[in-house]
Nanobody, 115 residues
Framework: QVQLVESGGGLVQAGGSLRLSCAASESIFSFNVMGWYRQAPGKQRELVARISSGGRINYGDSVKGRFTISRDNAKNTIDLQMNNLIPEDTAVYYC?????????WGQGTQVTVSS
């Protein structure tokens, strides 16, 4: 079972930036897709951004133009650069890794954006 460890969350004012990182315990070449999801209190978990092994990227509509996902194959990490944060971005952010037969989640990191 792969271990996914998120870091970089915290408290930031609206308009600020944060960078999240997800470190995998095995080579990320193992995964077809890796990504970030978030869940705010009382809401369903939603896609933030994902990147395939071939480099295809998808973003959730609410973060397009503000967030950027990237992967570092040498370090076995994926990062999420979050700019121009708004209070609606407040949530627990989860890293996700998927193969054809396996889906893994990290424990999450809290991001809080104050107005």
């Amino acid at each position: 079972q792969v271990q996914l460890v998120e870091s970089g969350g915290g408290l930031v004012q609206a308009g600020g930036s944060l960078r999240l990182s997800c470190a995998a315990s095995e080579s990320i070449f193992s995964f077809n897709v890796m990504g970030w999801y978030r869940q705010a209190p009382g809401k369903q978990r939603e896609l933030v951004a994902r990147i395939s092994s071939g480099g295809r990227i998808n973003y959730g509509d609410s973060v397009k133009g503000r967030f950027t996902i990237s992967r570092d194959n040498a370090k076995n990490t994926i990062d999420l650069q979050m700019n121009n944060l708004i209070p609606e971005d407040t949530a627990v952010y989860y890293c996700n890794a998927a193969t054809l037969t396996r889906l893994s989640w990290g424990q999450g990191t809290q991001v809080t954006v104050s107005s």
